[in-house]
């Protein structure tokens, strides 16, 4: 789910429950997941950027984020307070499981639209003031709290936006559709980015297998040979519209040192990269 980039300290994960520290206003991550999720900001601020707008969440506030939704996350220290964030993340299990409890039995109009796939800033309800002050103590790695404990938390996470808007229900109830999305708007989307094979799986909602037998379908490269095709390419057109220097085109496309990109790039075009430069 994420990009780190400065000084963060260990995510901790107690049963997709997340709690994070950070602590200057460097860091930052890149988030897509399949999942839905509510992130609630401790202390601190989060900026989240969908590359059209901002949204600000600060202390004491809660954003509801949809799965498959790309975002950069900027997690930032504010009024002498570093951040800390407690996330939680609704898979497609759990949300089964719990329609199977009491999804059923909510009274939702047939007529009820679902919600705007966005980012959504929530009010802040005495459900979730409640949820996130009982969860507090376990920002100390040294007080871990029990599976089942964390189990009633995401319960009692769902049933607080259940109830902030019927429009809840119809959107994280519907299991109508595969959760997969398509998998070269993703990586054109992300190839800069290092991933897994796991991690590229799960981003697009896919098992490994399943992954590789459709990558197989739109591509006879490998996926790592495929993002490194990506990434030159990018690369080439950067340079050769003039006025990019290349240390800074060959981060910007995902390469880590320089060495490599030449080597690539060579071996692709058949020039340097600096032949473009002339």
Not at 25 to 44: F, I, K, P, Q, T
Not at 128 to 136: C, D, K, R, V, Y
Request: a neutral charge; charged letters at 25%.
């Amino acid at each position: 789910m994420n990009d780190p980039t400065k000084s963060i300290q260990p995510i901790f994960n107690y049963n997709n429950v997340f709690f994070s520290f950070f602590y200057d206003d460097a860091g930052s991550c890149v988030h897509r997941s399949r999942e839905y999720a509510l992130n609630y900001v401790y202390s601190g601020e989060m900026v989240l950027d969908n590359g059209s707008e901002e949204i600000r969440i600060g202390k004491g506030e809660c954003v509801f984020i949809p799965r498959d939704h790309h975002l950069t996350l900027y997690k930032k220290s504010c009024d002498g307070e570093r951040y800390c964030g407690i996330f939680l993340m609704f898979t497609r299990s759990f949300l089964r499981e719990m329609y199977g409890r009491f999804g059923r039995d909510r009274r939702i109009a047939a007529s009820t639209p679902k919600l705007d796939p966005r980012a959504i800033k929530l009010p802040r309800t005495a459900e979730l003031t409640s949820l996130f002050a009982s969860m507090t103590p376990y920002f100390d790695p040294e007080v871990q709290p029990q599976g089942d404990f964390m189990q009633l938390k995401m319960q009692e996470g769902l049933l607080a936006l259940l109830h902030i808007d019927d429009r809840f229900a119809p959107t994280l109830f519907d299991f109508n559709e595969p959760w997969k999305i398509d998998i070269l708007e993703f990586l054109n989307e992300n190839y800069m980015y290092e991933f897994t094979l796991a991690e590229m799986a799960h981003y697009t909602g896919r098992s490994p297998a399943t992954f590789k037998r459709d990558f197989k379908k739109i591509s006879d490269l490998t996926p790592e040979k495929w993002l490194i095709r990506k990434r030159l390419e990018v690369a080439y057109e950067k340079l050769r519209e003039g006025g990019r220097k290349i240390v800074e085109v060959y981060a910007e496309v995902g390469f880590k040192n320089p060495s490599h990109f030449s080597t690539a790039f060579k071996k692709q075009y058949g020039i340097p990269p600096t032949a473009l430069l002339a």
